[in-house]
């Protein structure tokens, strides 16, 4: 029997492309905003190793000013394939992490979220996807590409349950420390 559960220990996260000139054309820009910037603070937090990537930054702009503020120490990996798993850099990065359990969140769903979970599932990482921080210009494409995600096995949460799942209890320093970003 599979232990889906994520932990400190086996999980790592990844914010895909939640760029200024991306994020302008999202229906739902600041509930993604609000949701990336909760998994990076809760990352740091619980000591969960973050990837950040950048989508053809020329044409598509640097980062969101609000992930910039909360990421301060993390280096973007800049890509032109759709699945960040078509870069080398994080294809490497994601090996070296040697977590089997991969967070994701960020734009587009229905393209480099989706593209890049495939992928990290044929690289057997289990792979789950918050779909309160992903999204697509169209919701149809959002809401299919979940579909989809779910069908190859894929796990499809939210924000909250998989940083309360890591967190697993109330009253621990770390629970005190997570515990404002959702006041």
């Not at 990336?36 to 990537?53: D, E, H, N, V």
């Not at 702009?61 to 301060?72: H, M, N």
């Amino acid at each position: 029997m599979i232990d889906w559960r994520l932990t400190t220990d086996n999980t790592a996260l990844v914010v895909i492309d939640v760029q200024e000139k991306l994020m302008a054309a999202m229906p739902r820009r600041q509930e993604i905003i609000h949701g990336a910037r909760k998994l990076i603070q809760s990352a740091r937090i619980l000591g969960i190793p973050t990837l950040l990537t950048l989508q053809y930054v020329k044409g598509l702009g640097p980062l969101c000013s609000e992930i910039t503020e909360v990421a301060t120490d993390l280096t973007g990996i800049e890509k032109l394939t759709f699945s960040c798993c078509g870069h080398e850099t994080f294809t490497r990065a994601v090996k070296e992490l040697r977590r089997p359990r991969i967070i994701l969140c960020g734009v587009e769903s229905h393209v480099c979220v989706q593209q890049t979970a495939i992928d990290l599932m044929g690289m057997d990482k289990f792979v789950y996807v918050c779909a309160d921080a992903t999204c697509s210009r169209r919701d149809l494409d959002h809401q299919t590409a979940m579909e989809r995600l779910r069908d190859c096995g894929a796990v499809i949460s939210t924000v909250e349950s998989v940083v309360f799942e890591i967190l697993r209890e109330a009253g621990t320093d770390a629970f005190k420390q997570c515990l404002p970003l959702w006041k």
